[in-house]
């Protein structure tokens, strides 16, 4: 197990790309115990042979194609109209305009480069200092994996076998908790800054943005509302918004037919970067199963005689520094197989720990060295991944303070349990 280990060591160290590394790690396990070659590819098929797993590059598409037709343009200006009036408002439109991305992104990376591109420009235009822009873009960006459709909620809830539906149902109003707090940061530093706003636009205009950007403002509503109605299955809402945002691109945004076949290129290269790290993650977990890991810690941890509200803080500690080297992906499919016994064991509510987990990624995007919204909001700007990692940091804040409450406040508690 020592040289299953120091493979993935080694490999993340030289800069080999995670999945492979996971991959690695896991067939030199399998060819160290003398088992059969057979095991990697019945490993590999055993990860991706899920329908749940089909609503991943469903989603990736949809979003690709409003990316592509302008239909993330069309969203922030609507925002813009109605809020960018007020001083300190812009600020405020760029993490709104996140909130609603993030309703059909499902992916940090993804509502950070699109709504990076579009706003960090128009707030270093009005005034505002930059390192102040792509840090908040950066940090409102992580919404993307925690507002509703998330496609790391969905890879948990494959690991965990809880109801997609119900994960989605508890992420909802921390989403909206944690947008709000984050818009309440970005207002009071946006006015202090004494930067004029822009002349209130006309309610004809207000109404105008609106309906052009109507179509997009309906796929949030379609997505949620379909799963949350009974309607259709995660799976089945990712199909639908895809045709959905194909449709509104080709017959609304005259996106030419001749641009699809790279938008499938580019929405496929995006999905099987997700899918390969699930299945080199998958080969690593079962080295670790095998070896008989997760016991050893189960038992490990028992022995702690730890209280649950010790064990949540031990362990929020644990995926902070997980995350500071990994992708967000590959840290739930690495230790949700080891924690999540011991979680139903001290009974912590599996789905109430979901959303805790996701909240602590967002800090993990934003963290050094690994964290992807920092490079990403980085190569969109053209301004130093230090910059951006400062800007971020009265934001990373609110995290910690949203986090908190919903840790230890019963109330919250009671919110982010799911569906009964």
């Known amino acids: 197990m020592l040289a299953t280990v120091g493979v993935l060591g080694t ?58 037709s302008g239909g993330t343009s069309r969203l922030v200006r609507m925002v813009d109209a109605w809020l960018g009036h007020n001083k300190g408002g812009l600020p405020v439109v760029a993490v709104v305009a996140t909130a609603f991305f993030s309703a059909i992104s499902g992916s940090s990376v993804a509502t950070a480069a699109a709504i990076g591109s579009v706003m960090i420009p128009e707030m270093v235009a009005r005034g505002y200092d930059k390192r102040f822009a792509v840090g908040l873009v950066a940090t409102a960006g992580g919404l993307g994996i ?24 508890a992420t909802l109003l921390p989403g909206l908790l944690l947008a709000a707090t984050l818009a309440a940061v970005a207002y009071v530093i946006g006015r202090r800054s004494g930067i004029e706003p822009a002349p209130k636009q006309s309610m004809r205009e207000r109404l105008r943005r609106t309906w052009s950007a109507g179509g997009v403002l309906f796929l949030p509503v379609l997505i949620l509302g379909g799963i949350f109605s009974g309607q259709f299955t995660p799976t089945e809402a990712s199909a639908v918004a895809s ?33 390969l790290i699930l299945a ?52 739930i499919l690495i230790a949700m197989p080891i924690l999540a016994p011991i979680l139903v064991e001290m009974d912590i509510n599996l789905v109430h720990f979901c959303v805790l987990l996701i909240i602590n990624m967002e800090l993990a995007v934003i963290s050094p060295p690994i964290g992807l919204n920092l490079f990403v909001v980085s190569a969109t700007s053209r301004v130093p991944v230090v910059e951006v990692f400062k800007g971020t940091l009265p934001f990373a804040l ?19 349990s799911g569906l009964p």
């Open 11 to 68: 490999a993340l160290v030289l800069g080999v790309p995670v999945a492979f590394a996971l991959a690695a790690a896991g067939l030199s396990y399998i060819l160290l115990a003398g088992e059969y070659p057979s095991t990697f590819a019945a490993n590999l098929f055993g990860a991706l042979n899920s329908t749940t797993l089909l609503s991943i590059p469903f989603f990736i598409l949809a979003v690709e194609i409003l990316n592509r």
């Open 243 to 275: 045709i959905y945002a194909l449709g509104l691109a080709v017959l609304q945004y005259r996106v030419p037919l001749r641009d699809i076949p790279q938008i499938l290129s580019n929405s496929a290269a995006i999905a099987g970067m997700i899918l």
């Open 146 to 169: 925690l507002i509703p459709p998330s496609i790391p909620v969905i890879v948990y809830g494959m690991v965990t076998e809880q109801s997609i539906g119900s994960l989605f149902s």
């Open 280 to 331: 080199g993650a998958t080969l690593f977990g079962y080295a670790l199963t095998v070896e008989r890991v997760p016991y050893r810690v189960f038992n490990f941890i028992v022995a702690l005689q730890l209280e649950p509200w010790q064990l949540l803080g031990l362990i929020m500690i644990f995926f902070i520094a997980c995350g500071m080297f990994l992708e967000v992906i590959s840290v």
């Open 398 to 416: 609110s995290i910690v303070l949203v986090l908190l409450v919903l840790m230890y406040v019963p109330v919250a508690q009671i919110l982010t």
